[in-house]
């Protein structure tokens, strides 16, 4: 057995091999090291910039709806498998406002509750469409930020949530 330590959320795994991807917060395998080699952005202290400042805000608010989202759409989903699926989005989502959390210095806001529709087909849209508008602005808050581990957050994030489309299409 081995730990093994996503650099973007700073959760260990312990496994015999490394994972494809952080079971806690999505981050492709490129961001999860050995757990001595291991330097995750959320223990890195750093002044943030103005603009990253708001741009976490902002990622910070659109995660938290995500998971309230999901939440949502798992408790109306028609079978056990999307309900699964929606409550693992839930929880990424919610692993993502946490890292936000930690890199601004500030205590995790509490969960919040938003209507969904009653129709899978529906979620399905608007997931994509909430994955779709996350992955655009985490790809523009990368080039925005001036800060190297904040670059890191987005750049892992968008790709997440790239993957978080590519699987909800296997549902349309």
């Known amino acids: 057995m081995q730990t093994y330590i996503c650099e973007i959320c700073g959760d260990a795994y312990i496994g015999e091999e490394k994972p494809s991807e952080c079971p806690f917060?999505?981050?492709r395998r490129a961001f999860i090291k050995n757990g001595n080699e291991a330097n995750p952005i959320t223990i890195q202290l750093i002044e943030l910039s103005d603009l990253s400042k708001?741009?976490?805000?902002?990622?910070?608010?659109?995660?938290?709806?995500?998971n309230a989202v999901y939440l949502c759409m798992a408790g109306k989903a028609k079978t056990y498998e999307i309900k699964a699926m929606y409550k693992?989005?839930?929880?990424?989502?919610?692993?993502?406002?946490?890292v936000v959390c930690?890199?601004?210095?500030?205590?995790?806001?509490?969960q919040k509750v938003e209507l969904c529709n009653d129709e899978d087909a529906e979620n399905f849209a608007e997931t994509v469409k909430l994955e779709e508008n996350a992955t655009s602005l985490y790809v523009q808050f990368a080039k925005e930020a001036a800060e190297k581990?904040?670059?890191i957050f987005f750049t892992a994030l968008s790709q997440v949530e790239a993957?978080?489309?590519?699987?909800?299409?296997?549902y349309l």
């Open 88 to 98: 693992r989005l839930a929880k990424v989502e919610l692993e993502h406002a946490s």
């Open 25 to 27: 917060c999505g981050s």
């Open 102 to 110: 930690k890199l601004m210095g500030i205590a995790a806001p509490g």
């Open 149 to 151: 581990n904040v670059r």
């Open 163 to 170: 993957d978080h489309i590519k699987l909800i299409k296997n």
């Open 54 to 66: 708001k741009n976490l805000q902002a990622t910070l608010e659109l995660e938290i709806h995500a």
